[in-house]
């Protein structure tokens, strides 16, 4: 287990994730990011950022809570989910996350259903068990394809995974942006300085941002806390994972799962969420909220 508490900020964290790409004042260092992502098919040239709360039709509907939700200047949506742990059904919920931006554009009247582009970014910390023996493939581009021609069928909807244990490039190795970015987001927790590598101006800033002595110390404490539910969900995994059996499994990954629904119980009764919505969301029952 990594000691808690070093230089910069571990973006592998909820807190710190949010706080590095999902803040107003750091949404340059989203715009970088996502433009790296993207490896020159598309050139962003703004973001806003859109709450990350996104709510269904009806009270019934369920709800999506996305890391990171921004609009480039085409109107088009952008989802950014950072994944610590390995879920079962993790890319049927990034898929699931992704109506919610498309089912948004849905106009009264007569519309013709012109959709503007969504994308689904996923920053994996695992590895998809069917890519368990493929070390070099960690850069998952999807698309709606049409299978006998082998050819993209529809444009507009595009699913970026990043398996980053496979990523294994040196700081020598670093080459590109898209290198660079990964290499600074794994890397990030582990650093005592800016590598010499990452000269561009964004580093610059991005490092400064990230180092733990410059928070708030209101915003270091949540850091912090956030930091102890990453290090125990970790724990969690690692356990079960070592056991090799399905108790340790289903243990470890309750655990986690717990663990995040508790911080995310903390951050929505913080901010003055219904105790029903809460709980609906969260999974918690009513005396667990209460307590928090």
Known sequence: ????????????TDYGFKYLFGT?????FTLALVNALLRGKEVIKSLTLIPSEQLGDTKEDRR?????????????KIII???????????DRSVYYSSFPIRSQGEKGNWRFGLKSVYTIGILD?????????????????????????????????YIYLEMPKFKKTEVELET??????????NLPRLLERPAALQERIFKKFFEVAETANLPKAEYAKYVESEKIYYDMDGAFRTASNK??????????????????????SRMKAKGYPLEDITEITGLDIETVNRL
Not at 24 to 28: A, I, M, T, V
Not at 81 to 91: G, H, N, T, V
Not at 251 to 265: H, M, Q, T, V, Y
């Open 126 to 158: 695992f590895v998809f068990d069917e890519d368990k023996d493929d070390e070099e493939y960690y850069h998952h581009v999807v698309k709606l394809m049409d299978v006998e021609k082998k050819e993209v069928f529809y444009d507009n909807l595009t």
């Open 1 to 12: 287990m990594e000691d808690i508490g070093g230089r910069y900020i571990n973006p592998y």
């Open 81 to 91: 989910e950072m994944q610590k742990a390995d879920q079962q059904y993790f890319k």
């Open 244 to 265: 090799g059996f399905e108790r340790g499994i289903k243990k470890g990954r309750a655990e986690g799962e717990r663990s995040k629904a508790l911080d995310s119980a």
């Open 24 to 28: 107003e004042p750091n949404k340059e």
């Open 177 to 186: 942006l898209f290198d660079k970015w990964l290499y600074a987001l794994k």
């Open 64 to 76: 999506a809570v996305f890391d990171v939700y921004a609009e480039n200047e085409k109107g088009e």
